[in-house]
């Protein structure tokens, strides 16, 4: 906990969106319990004197209202937030004209094109043309919104980012609290869902368990496995059934995270791909994460999930997406529109990615 807190100065010094000279106005989103809540938002901004807003409930609306209300400027979150806040205004987005979608459009590209060069620049545009937008959601005096805890879809980045609010990644568990995030101003490594470089009190280790590129299949640069952390952040004793135990850590000292990892050497990016038991498996053998196959589908109105299901008499996993459509059970018109979809998209998946069910 000392080291997160002391990490601070590094962060103050590289990044004035995320630690300033004043103090900040931090919305409480996420419980005390939640190890991203207790580290970022209780242990961080009690250190730097910042100011907490409480919320009355976690309904939508009650947030909206209580950042405009409370005017604050930073986040804390987890992926689901922006996830949902991206859907919901491209719901009222695409129920517009041709006309208005396509200057929304148009508005968001210049907007990134903007910050590609000029990220801050980019940033006080963007709060200018989408002036309207922010204040139906989280006000204009947001500074950033920094998401944690699983993967976050990169569609929801590329939203949040365009309309102004700078936004970040990070990696963190309840063994190890936080040990990195992005800190970046550069667009390429917030739209990429980049969780940064490891703390200075910390290492990581990939512990590599991708396979060889299949041919004609693309894949994403870098290598991909198990992140291993290492270093002063880590616990030092955990209670199971009333018993206090030494740290779970191997003989070396690496604690094995269980989250699959991406990085990127040359810049030294890292990426979450998804949890190791959260790994489909089929019969091309391939190591398939359901983070990234949702991502693909992203263009789905309802709430979906994809998951691995086991083949009666058989060792492989089929892919499966699975749609909640509730009271639209009975539209057959809607069940055939949305399956449509679905096959388009799936067209365009790698051969060994394609949803079985």
Same mark, same amino acid.
């Given at each position: ?8 100065? %590094?962060? $103050? !010094? ?5 630690? *300033?000279?004043?103090?900040f ?15 970022a938002?209780?242990?961080?901004? $009690? ?8 919320l009355? /409930? ?9 950042m405009q ?19 919901? +205004?491209? #719901? ?15 508005? +968001? ?17 963007? &709060?200018s ?5 922010? %204040?139906?959601?989280?006000g204009?005096?947001? =500074? ?8 976050? *879809?990169?569609?929801s980045? =590329? ?5 102004g609010? @700078? ?20 667009l390429?490594?917030?739209?990429l ?11 990581y ?5 991708? %396979?060889?590129? &299949? ?5 994403k ?17 955990r209670f199971? !059934?009333? &018993?206090l135990?030494?740290?779970?850590? !191997? &003989? /070396? ?34 190591n ?7 991502? #693909?589908?992203?263009?789905?109105? /309802? ?8 083949r009666? $008499?058989?060792?492989?996993? /089929? ?5 909640g459509?509730?009271? =639209?059970?009975? !539209?057959?018109? @809607? ?9 388009? +998209? ?12």
């Open positions: 906990i000392c080291y997160l807190a002391l990490f601070s100065r %590094k962060v $103050h !010094d590289e990044n004035r969106l995320l630690i *300033d000279d004043c103090c106005r931090t919305l409480a989103f996420l419980p005390f319990h939640h190890v991203l809540g207790f580290a938002i209780f242990i961080w901004s $009690h250190f730097l004197g910042d100011t907490m807003v409480y009355k /409930d976690r309904s939508p609306l009650t947030i909206t209202r209580t209300k409370c005017k604050a400027n930073q986040i804390v979150a987890v992926p689901i937030l922006a996830n949902s806040i991206y859907r919901s +205004v491209m #719901a009222k987005i695409n129920g517009q004209g041709v006309l208005e979608r396509n200057i929304f459009k148009g508005m +968001v590209s210049t907007s990134l094109a903007i910050q590609t060069f000029a990220p801050k620049t980019g940033l006080r545009i963007a &709060k043309m989408f002036r309207k937008i922010q %204040k139906q959601i989280f204009t005096n947001m =500074k950033s919104i920094v998401l944690g805890g699983s993967h976050t *879809d990169p569609e980045l =590329k939203f949040l980012n365009a309309i609010y @700078y936004t970040i990644c990070g990696f963190g568990m309840t063994e190890t609290a936080i040990n990195g995030f992005e800190t970046s101003y550069r390429d490594n917030r739209l869902g980049s969780i940064g470089a490891p703390m200075e009190y910390t290492e280790k990939i512990r590599e368990i991708s %396979k060889d590129k &299949k041919e004609g299949e693309p894949r640069p870098g290598k991909t496995g198990e992140l291993l952390i290492r270093g002063k952040g880590l616990h030092d004793g199971v !059934d009333g &018993k135990l030494p740290p779970d850590i !191997d &003989k /070396d000292g690496w604690f094995h995270s269980g989250d699959i990892i991406r990085i990127v050497e040359g810049p030294g990016q890292y990426f979450i791909e998804g949890r190791i038991k959260e790994v489909i498996i089929n019969e091309s053998g391939e398939v994460y359901p983070d990234e196959m949702e991502d #693909a589908f992203s263009a789905i109105k /309802d709430q979906y999930t994809i998951l691995g299901l086991k009666a $008499h058989s060792r492989y996993e /089929d892919i499966t997406l699975a749609v459509i509730g009271e =639209k059970i009975s !539209d057959e018109s @809607y069940i055939q529109n949305l399956s449509r979809e679905i096959r388009l +998209v799936n067209k365009t998946l790698p051969g060994y990615k394609r949803l079985a069910r």
